[in-house]
């Protein structure tokens, strides 16, 4: 069983920051790529950033120069630093990983983590 979680979202003002982290914890042997998609009412699921293995880095023309992500291999985790933010950043924030387990090369979602931005 794999898990994801998500944390550090939250209610921010225009200008602000927030760092979501999310970790993936079960029978994982490695995991490839990790990132962040987000989602507003009544749009698709939209790529936000991600990381592969090696720290190869992609994002958003909408987040970038704005958010940062990185991982920590050891610990299977990834982060999203959000500097700059906007109000048409609200969302809610999914962390992704690709991943094998078990022999078994999946991807997994987390449950998300709301960000709203606004004053």
């Known amino acids: 069983q794999v898990q994801l979680v998500e944390s550090g979202g939250g209610l921010v003002q225009p200008g602000g920051s927030l760092r979501l982290s999310c970790a993936a914890s079960?029978?994982?042997?490695?995991?490839?790529?990790m990132g962040w998609h987000r989602q507003t009412p009544g749009k698709q699921r939209e790529l936000v950033a991600t990381?592969?293995?090696?720290?190869?880095?992609n994002y958003a023309n909408s987040v970038k120069g704005r958010f940062t992500l990185s991982r920590d291999n050891a610990k299977n985790m990834v982060y999203l630093q959000m500097n700059s933010l906007k109000p048409e950043d609200t969302a809610v924030y999914y962390c992704?990983?690709?991943?094998?387990?078990?022999?078994?090369?999946?991807?997994?979602w987390g449950q998300g983590t709301q960000v709203t931005v606004s004053s």
């Open positions: 079960g029978n994982i042997f490695s995991i490839y790529t």
């Open positions: 992704y990983a690709d991943l094998l387990s078990l022999n078994y090369r999946s991807g997994h």
């Open positions: 990381i592969t293995s090696a720290g190869s880095t």
